[in-house]
């Protein structure tokens, strides 16, 4: 089932050290020109600024013949400083129809894919205040879900629609008006969809009421308790069966609920019976699961899936693995639904933990990709997750920093799942303390509960309970591609060994095994010496570090 990790990871370290020396300080990377569309985007405008979502209510009817959607959003927000022109985002070839308050159409003007709408009422600061966004259209149609956002249209074996909605990074603005920003959140949120019967319309939290009409037609009503990121926005529609489950949890009964195509109902009910498993572990190390008053669902979708808040969606074919394929090739990753599992992590790094801008991607990612070695630790023990990361290293591109450009909806480099689920197992070993650990997980959902946060206050966080001065660390290994090289060489019986290709204050501690015996020791960039080991006897860099590991000759 497993291979030896240790041989595997040294194997990985020594054939990408010939590539690192190669392209070590002569890494190109074309500076990217960005337009006032991507500001317009991806930066906290003045016109988005002086308003707080508080709630909203997306009231729309999805016709599937033609492709197209019709309806409104209605705006709840507070006015915190003076302004009088809104941006309100919606993206071709979407059109809105018109804003609304009080009873009086409002003059606007378009920017691309950004609207201004100028109020003829005086917005007071502390002021609530509702404006209605009436609009329609067809939604792009995505090219390659959920990567490249927009709606999937596809239908099921008997020729039913089958549609949903996937747009992270893109924007929910592809398919509904909105403040699309990650900053700000609604406090809740009504999501209310027309559809012709017999489908059925899932989205987020809980279903408050179905509305049958003379039109054969009914309307969904889902009320979402919790605040909700707009990417997270959830629209699947099917003709779909539903089944269930209560899960005790941390907080009490959880309700798991399940939709999926009727002919796939019994594979189904044999597939999710990793929920529960997850739902054990999660709470285990992260604490309880962030949205009981919405309970959890889990749909399925015509692409892979998606992390929708309350309502994970799934497309893995009913295999385990990504689409029956083990990205460490441990035998790991067969263990388990890497869509399940992966997405529903999102409930705790994501849905409750969510990036103020998209250059900070990494906090979704790094955690969530974590999590699925967290996984096997809770259910198959230390090792299985140890030796899960260490060989999903071969994957690892290091094509440059997972932090993107601010501002402008940037995010950085793919290695943030699983080079910074690497990074984060690396702190693991420094603090080399597994209850503080998971201590400092727990704490983090706590802390951060329901916010948006930014990854300065997540490094803070990280070193302020761990006790650790971790700056020069996140600054390598987020800010820079440059994965640390410890070289080391034997003379007169003594052990020297630095850091290299690193930034100029880099330093970690270092687990180093020898002979059944384990040393620490503390590399700078400067060649150090130790007499504490035994002269000349092979040593082994503890693998759950993310570095290579370099003999060199004696330096005369």
């Known amino acids: 089932m497993k291979k030896p990790l240790r041989t595997i990871t040294y194997g990985l370290g020594l054939l990408f050290l010939t590539m690192l020396f190669i392209t070590s300080g002569m890494a190109q990377h074309t500076k990217q020109t960005y337009s006032r569309q991507d500001s317009l985007r991806g930066s906290i405008t003045p016109e988005r600024e002086w308003w707080d979502l508080v709630y909203y209510h997306l009231d729309i009817e999805v016709k599937p013949k033609q492709k197209s959607i019709e309806g409104s959003n209605t705006i709840y ?9 809104m941006q309100i985002d919606l993206q071709q070839p979407m059109k809105i129809q018109g804003f609304f308050q009080n009873g009086k159409e409002l003059d606007f003007k378009k920017e691309g894919n950004a609207y201004f709408v100028t109020f003829e009422t005086h917005q007071e600061v502390g002021d609530l205040h509702f404006l209605e966004v009436a609009y329609s259209g067809s939604p792009r149609i995505s090219p390659n879900p959920p990567w490249e956002g927009g709606l999937t249209w596809e239908e099921d074996k008997k020729g039913k629609p089958f549609i949903a909605n996937s747009n992270q990074g893109d924007g929910a603005s ?10 700000d959140e609604p406090d809740s949120m009504l999501i209310s969809v027309k559809v012709p019967d017999p489908l059925m319309n899932v989205s987020n939290g809980r279903l408050r009421e179905i509305e049958k009409h003379n039109d054969g037609k009914s309307t969904y009503h889902w009320f979402v308790s919790n605040p909700i ?10 003709d779909y069966v539903h089944f269930s489950e209560m899960y005790q949890g941390e907080k009490g009964p959880l309700s798991l609920d399940y939709y999926v195509l009727k002919e796939n109902l019994e594979k189904a009910k044999v597939q999710f019976r990793d929920v529960p498993r997850l739902m054990r572990a999660f709470e285990h190390w992260f604490g309880p699961y962030p949205f009981y008053e919405d309970g959890f669902k889990l749909i399925e979708v015509p692409y892979l899936g998606m992390e929708h808040q309350s309502a994970v969606t799934y497309g893995n074919g009913y295999s385990n693995g990504y689409k029956g394929k083990d990205f460490s090739e441990t035998g790991w990753g067969l263990t388990f639904d890497y869509i399940i599992i992966h997405e529903a992590g999102h409930e705790w790094f994501a849905n409750n933990i969510t990036y103020k801008d998209i250059a900070d991607m990494w906090i979704h990612e790094s955690f969530t990709t974590y999590s ?3 996984f096997l630790d809770y259910h198959y023990g230390v090792l299985a997750g140890n030796e899960y990361l260490q060989g999903a290293r071969r994957i690892i591109r290091n094509d440059g920093p997972i932090i993107g450009d601010y501002g402008v909806n940037q995010r950085g480099s793919g290695d943030m799942y699983f080079k910074g689920a690497n990074i984060l197992h690396t702190l693991r070993q420094w603090i080399d303390n597994d209850e503080k650990w998971r201590g400092i997980l727990r704490k983090m959902n706590k802390v951060f509960y329901h916010q948006t946060v930014t990854t300065v206050e997540i490094e803070t966080f990280l070193a302020e309970e761990s006790g650790l001065d971790l700056q020069a660390f996140f600054d390598q290994y987020l800010r820079t591609e440059k994965v640390p090289i410890f070289q080391y060489y034997w003379k007169d019986n003594k052990l020297y060994y630095r850091w290299e290709n690193t930034i100029a204050n880099f330093a970690m501690p270092l687990k180093i095994n020898q002979s059944e015996k384990t040393y620490w020791i503390d590399p700078e960039l400067g060649w150090k010496s130790t007499e504490k080991l035994a002269a000349n006897v092979a040593i082994e860099v503890d693998p759950n570090f993310y570095i290579y590991t370099q003999q060199i000759q004696a330096i005369k």
Not at 174 to 183: N, R, V
Not at 229 to 238: C, K, P, Q, T
Request: contains cysteine; aromatic residues 16%; glycine residues 6%.
């Open 77 to 85: 927000y507070k006015v915190v400083k003076p302004g009088k022109v």
């Open 372 to 374: 699925e070695s967290l």
């Open 174 to 183: 592809l398919w509904w008006p909105c403040k699309d920003h990650m900053y």
């Open 229 to 238: 990121a707009n990417y997270g926005v959830n629209l699947s529609i099917a």
